[in-house]
T-cell receptor, first 114, second 114 residues
């Protein structure tokens, strides 16, 4: 059973628009949640990690929230650029160390058009 | 520059042939992983290695084996490849003992089994 669900599956926005990606999960325990960006044909690159029960992070035009009570996270991208075109993957870790397991969502494919 | 290197990047094999995928990292990370990524699915863990000759099965180990004789190098072996092993394979490594540190991913090996 899929433990990490992302929505939407795909999204098309115009350059300069904002967008919000969603992640719902059922992983227990949920030590941390991380968002990755995966460019086409490339590996995963970490954007941000959320740890606290109710957490917020900001990394340039990327900001994220986590609500562990609701087991829900959002990734906001502000003023999108063409280079934001990629797949964004939500990953929940059940421990804080490398001994834990990572549970991956299938990703949201974001396409930014001129 | 911290990097996980995968070789080869692209590979085409016939069903029944043996396949060797190689992964290297120069950061002395103890923990390394092999995942596969298929369309519409999150990354699935094949094997995890905690150090030299200390390997554990992941969620989908059937049809695969691994070898880690040096800390910097982790190999994935498919003995008698099957068509359903066509996929993109990712190697990753994690820094030791640091809480919530992001794993580093290679750029993937795209394997087609005909």
């Amino acid at each position: 059973k899929t433990q990490v669900e992302q929505s939407p599956q795909s999204l098309v926005v115009r350059q300069g628009e904002n967008c919000v990606l969603q992640c719902n999960y059922s992983v227990t325990p949920d030590n941390h949640l991380r968002w990755f960006k995966q460019d086409t044909g490339k590996g995963l690159v970490s954007l941000t990690v959320l740890v606290d029960q109710k957490d917020k992070t900001s990394n340039g035009r990327y900001s994220a929230t986590l609500d562990k009570d609701a087991k829900h996270s959002t990734l906001h991208i502000t003023a999108t650029l063409l280079d934001d075109t990629a797949t964004y993957i939500c990953v929940v870790g059940d421990r804080g160390s490398a001994l834990g397991r990572l549970h991956f969502g299938a990703g949201t494919q974001l396409i930014v058009i001129p | 520059d911290m990097k996980v290197t995968q070789m080869p990047r692209y590979l085409i094999k016939r069903m029944g042939e043996n396949v060797l995928l190689e992964c290297g990292q120069d950061m002395s990370h103890e923990t390394m992983y092999w995942y596969r990524q298929d369309p519409g699915l999150g990354l699935q863990l094949i094997y995890i290695s905690y150090d030299v000759d200390s390997n554990s099965e992941g969620d989908i180990p059937k049809g695969y084996r691994v070898s880690r004789k040096k800390r910097e190098h982790f190999s994935l072996i498919l003995d008698s490849a099957k068509t359903n092993q066509t996929s993109v394979y990712f190697c990753a490594s994690s820094p030791p003992g640091q809480k919530n540190q992001a794993p580093l991913f290679g750029e993937g090996t795209r394997l087609s089994v005909l």
